[in-house]
């Protein structure tokens, strides 16, 4: 008789690759080389998939692939020419990119041993992403991330989605990319705004796990708002870093306990970019969450409030706003809840009980949160006014 139950634990080996550089097309970087060696000897086919923005700002990126390929990866040919897919957090609101990526994997018969390449902003990865990782369940992807937020957070993780119903990232798969190439390069060509949008999220992972990193940036933090790139790089590098080894070395890289401590201002932040239909950016709703959740922690007592207010002034001297009427929509609370659903379990929030620690929390006090949020009002409203 066959036994009635079986159980067996068994884990997969994955390699995160991550790598820095600048202007990796040039026939003379290794970069790409190094990290398809391993792939040698596979059907060596590339399909590519770039942001409309990035190949408006950087209309050679074809030529010069092919270039690159020829004189380094011999064995590697271009799949047809380099799609222009949206940009924007549009590419992620319906099923548009992912039928047109899928589509287009089909047609050029890529199979699971050959790659995509997805260059753009986290919204581009995502979507492109999410198409690679289902579509024959799953194709390698190379992921090449050109905005701040993508470069120091979104494109390092080993997720993907696309929003639907109303809900942020509602659809995604967990999927190691072959490798996260950060070109700094791609940044000089950023609006000021999607500039400054992802060193928020250096701000967050610097004020949970890092005292030193946040110093620093609270230092640098007028030469950011000046679009200082020198200031920039290292910010985006440490925030990388710290994002990357928390997806290593963690110990949940695909997040199936409910301590999510990297989404730290994110129940509020993804409601406010529903809310307010994307006219606040992720990396911009990211500060106002992580301004407000900073706020509140100092409210009930585990943050000492000069470290909040050290966190509120940070972000204000970057340059980003941390008040949006939004705020006070009365579905704001709902954020909560769908928080709690997205992660599964328990609700767990994370809170910063010092600068560079943090502490999970599994309530939320309405009143102190609505109290936060006064308070961040008129922190942002007195300097408006002192400014004016
Ligand atoms: N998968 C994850 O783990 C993860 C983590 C964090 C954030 N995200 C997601 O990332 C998205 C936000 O990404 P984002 O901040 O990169 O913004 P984005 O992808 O929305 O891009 C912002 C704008 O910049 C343009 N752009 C991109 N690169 C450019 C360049 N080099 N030059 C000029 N313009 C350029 C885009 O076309 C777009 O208009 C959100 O959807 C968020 O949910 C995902
Ligand atoms: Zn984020």
């Known amino acids: 008789m066959p036994p009635a139950a079986s159980d067996a634990a068994f884990a997969v080996a994955f390699t995160h690759r991550l790598r820095f550089t600048r202007d990796v097309l040039d026939p003379a970087n290794p970069v790409l080389s190094e990290v398809l060696a391993p792939a040698e000897g596979s059907p060596g086919k590339l399909l590519v998939f770039a942001d409309e923005a990035v190949l408006q700002n950087w209309p050679t990126i074809a030529p010069r692939l092919e270039k690159h390929l020829a004189a380094n990866l011999p064995w590697m040919t271009l799949a047809g020419e380099?799609?222009?897919?949206?940009?924007?957090?549009?590419?992620?609101?319906?099923?548009?990119?992912?039928?047109?990526?899928?589509?287009m994997i089909c047609e050029s018969s890529i199979c699971r041993h050959s790659f995509v390449m997805a260059i753009g902003g986290g919204a581009v990865l995502d979507a492109v992403g999410f198409a690679a990782a289902t579509a024959h369940r799953g194709v390698r992807t190379l992921r090449l991330p050109t905005t701040t937020l993508a470069q120091g957070d979104g494109g390092i993780g080993v997720k993907n989605a696309i929003n639907a119903f109303g809900h942020k990232n509602f659809f995604g798969t967990f999927a190691v990319p072959w490798a996260v190439i950060n070109d700094e390069q791609f940044l000089s060509t950023l609006s000021d705004r999607d500039w400054r949008s992802g060193i928020s999220e250096a701000v967050k992972v610097a004020l949970l796990k890092d005292s030193a990193f946040f110093d620093y940036i609270e230092q640098i933090a007028g030469q950011l708002a000046r679009r200082d790139e020198t200031a920039l790089r290292p910010i985006v590098r440490r925030s990388a870093e710290l994002h990357f080894q928390h997806i290593a070395n963690g110990g949940d890289p695909f997040e199936l306990g409910s301590h999510r401590p990297l989404d730290f201002g994110h129940w509020s932040a993804h409601k406010l970019e529903a809310l307010t239909s994307n006219r606040v950016r992720h990396g911009e709703a990211v500060a106002i969450g992580i301004a407000l959740d900073s706020l509140y922690a100092a409210r009930i007592g585990l943050l000492p409030e000069q470290d909040a207010i050290r966190a509120v002034n940070t972000l204000r001297i970057i340059g980003f706003d941390l008040y949006d009427d939004a705020l006070t929509d009365t579905s704001l609370f709902e954020g909560l809840e769908e928080f709690r659903e997205h992660l599964g379990g328990r609700l767990t929030i994370t809170l910063p009980d010092g600068i560079g620690r943090q502490v999970d929390v599994h309530e939320v006090e309405r009143d102190e949160m609505l109290a936060a949020i006064d308070w961040l009002k008129s922190l942002v409203e007195s300097r408006r006014s002192r400014t004016a």
């Open 82 to 103: 380099v799609t222009s897919v949206p940009g924007g957090e549009q590419a992620k609101n319906d099923w548009s990119v992912f039928e047109q990526v899928a589509r």
